[in-house]
């Protein structure tokens, strides 16, 4: 079993910065993979972020450029660093991880609201 809390959200105006934090209470080196999903109101939670223990990472296409997801195996820590952000960015980020060999989400976070003010 593992815990994901998030912490780092808030408010901001366009073309700010956050820096989400996601904490695990087992190794991460565990993981097959670690990210970052997104959900507003209403609609389905998407995929902004992922990084595999290999240290591969993914990217959706709108955020690209903008959004850095990074590791802290130490802190057993994954970090979201978002820059350049936008009104649309606005929504929960939620923290997961997966297991090898699961093919499947196996850890969610509680989730941490961003707002993003025009």
């Known amino acids: 079993q593992a815990q994901l809390v998030e912490s780092g959200g808030g408010l901001v105006q366009a073309g700010g910065s956050l820096r989400l934090s996601c904490v695990a209470s087992?190794?991460?080196?565990?993981?097959?993979?670690m990210g970052w999903y997104r959900q507003v109101p209403g609609k389905q939670r998407d995929l902004v972020a992922k990084i595999t223990s290999g240290g591969i990472t993914n990217y959706a296409d709108s955020v690209k450029g903008r959004f850095t997801i990074s590791t802290d195996n130490g802190k057993n820590t994954v970090y979201l660093q978002m820059n350049s952000l936008k009104p649309d960015d606005t929504a929960v980020y939620y923290c997961?991880?997966?297991?090898?060999?699961?093919?499947?989400?196996?850890?969610w976070g509680p989730g941490t609201q961003v707002t993003v003010s025009p």
């Open positions: 997961y991880a997966d297991l090898p060999g699961t093919w499947k989400i196996d850890y």
């Open positions: 087992r190794s991460i080196v565990s993981f097959n993979a």
